[in-house]
């Protein structure tokens, strides 16, 4: 291990698992500093007094818990349905998005109580130390990165236990159940355990907020979402404030096994990983708002914010959230959304769902136009000069072939 930076005081984004719970001691025990633990409320349903105990237990000198469940929502969560934001086509960015509000607010509450040092518990193989850092140089670059995965000698989540246990500290994971799990509002992620060995359907005990399709109701349920300019603001009718909405969304989709996922992805730092992905509310969003999208955008804005679709969920893979391009993005997704007001309604079965009303004042469907009853509105025989033009490309290389099958020459 490198000689330490001098820090005198540190801000540690502190969840209460395996890996944070042992860096409050290793930071005492390695740096000497004082150890300032801030919990970030994203929806993980942590008990936060008892987190609160055990933080200062193991030598934290404060915990601050910091409500950031509303701003999570319509800050980050809203922005990646407005943009369609899918990584690889299947990951919904649970994780990816709450990093940044949680580093924001840990560089907040780090410049507020003097502190000189910032400190996570990612692994030097994972996504996430990137997401925390890059969120740290955007906004606070004066202040010491501390990653102790980086540093210390542990080497696996089995070292971390022996660690802890040498040292008092209370750990809930357990050689029976290994799994690596992040919970937030938006969804609940699985890796580790078996998931890294089995590349195919995760064992039905990795899940937990969602009921297994052959379990789920044995009748389909109806969901109405509505929509104010790409903003989700009602279920059936019911306007709810957005976290109780995705709550909401959550409870029904989970109850009909909808919002399951498992991938091998890509990770930013270079290798693949196996893991399974839990997001029931957002898997209705995302459905919901891209129907609404259909019905709303022209052809040309439609097929382009898919292409920025694809690099907006990169950036926020990627940790780049705190970037002018994703700003800049978010200014062009902002205008698309101006039309985007309505409702769909959903069916949910057994895992799946299906769309069974698309319903929006600013529809550019037009039955005149989109009918087989013949009406003033479109003449189809323009279309013969429609076709006739963007042919006109591939007639002239049909014929030059043609041309030069038939030359004497084309046979030397």
Not at 3 to 19: E, F, H, I, M, N
Not at 106 to 118: F, I, K, R, S
Request: include cysteine; glycine fraction near 8%; proline fraction near 5%.
């Amino acid at each position: 291990m490198a000689v330490p930076q001098k820090v005198k005081r540190v801000v540690l984004a502190y969840s209460g698992g395996l890996d944070t719970s042992i860096i409050i001691p290793w930071l005492r025990e390695n740096y000497g500093c004082e150890v300032i633990a801030m919990v970030g409320d994203v929806g993980q349903g942590d008990d936060y007094r008892a987190l609160r105990q055990k933080a200062l237990a193991t030598g934290a000198s404060k915990v601050l818990v910091e409500d950031l469940r509303h701003e999570f929502v319509t800050g980050y969560l809203w922005k990646a349905v407005q943009a369609g934001a899918v990584y690889e086509g299947k990951y919904l960015l649970g994780t990816s998005l709450a990093r940044p509000v949680l580093a924001k607010r840990q560089v907040e509450v780090a410049l507020e109580c003097g502190a000189d040092g910032l400190a996570h518990g990612c692994t030097g193989k994972g996504n996430d130390q990137v997401r925390f850092e890059l969120a740290y140089k955007a906004l606070a670059p004066h202040l010491t990165v501390i990653a102790p995965w980086r540093e210390w000698s542990i080497k696996s989540r089995e070292d971390a236990m022996e660690y802890a246990r040498a040292r008092n500290v209370p750990i809930a994971v357990t050689r029976k159940e290994p799994y690596s799990r992040d919970q937030n509002l938006w969804h609940l992620s699985h890796e580790g355990g078996v998931l890294e060995t089995k590349l195919g359907d995760p064992p039905e005990d990795a899940w937990k907020l969602t009921r297994s399709p052959r379990k789920a109701p044995n009748h389909e349920a109806q969901v109405t979402i509505g929509f104010e300019r790409g903003t989700p603001v009602s279920c059936d009718g019911k306007r709810l404030e957005p976290v109780k909405l995705l709550e909401r969304l959550n409870r029904i989709a989970g109850e009909h096994g909808v919002g399951r996922t498992e991938l091998v992805e890509n990770r930013l730092v270079g290798m693949k990983s196996h893991g399974a992905y839990e997001t029931p509310g957002g898997t209705l969003l995302y459905a919901a708002h891209q129907e609404l999208e259909a019905i709303c955008l022209d052809r040309e804005t439609f097929h382009y914010k898919q292409h920025v679709a694809l690099r907006y969920a990169e950036l926020v893979y990627y940790g780049q959230w705190f970037t002018p391009l994703r700003e800049a993005l978010d200014a062009f997704i902002a205008t698309t959304q101006q039309p985007i007001t309505g409702t769909v309604t959903l069916g949910l079965y057994k895992g799946n769902i299906r769309v069974l009303e698309r319903c929006s004042p600013f529809s550019l469907y037009d039955t005149s136009i989109a009918g087989f009853t013949m009406k003033s509105d479109y003449d189809q025989k323009d279309a013969a000069g429609f076709i006739n033009i963007v042919g006109l490309p591939i007639r002239i290389a049909a014929e030059k072939a043609r041309a030069r099958q038939a030359s004497p020459e084309s046979g030397r």
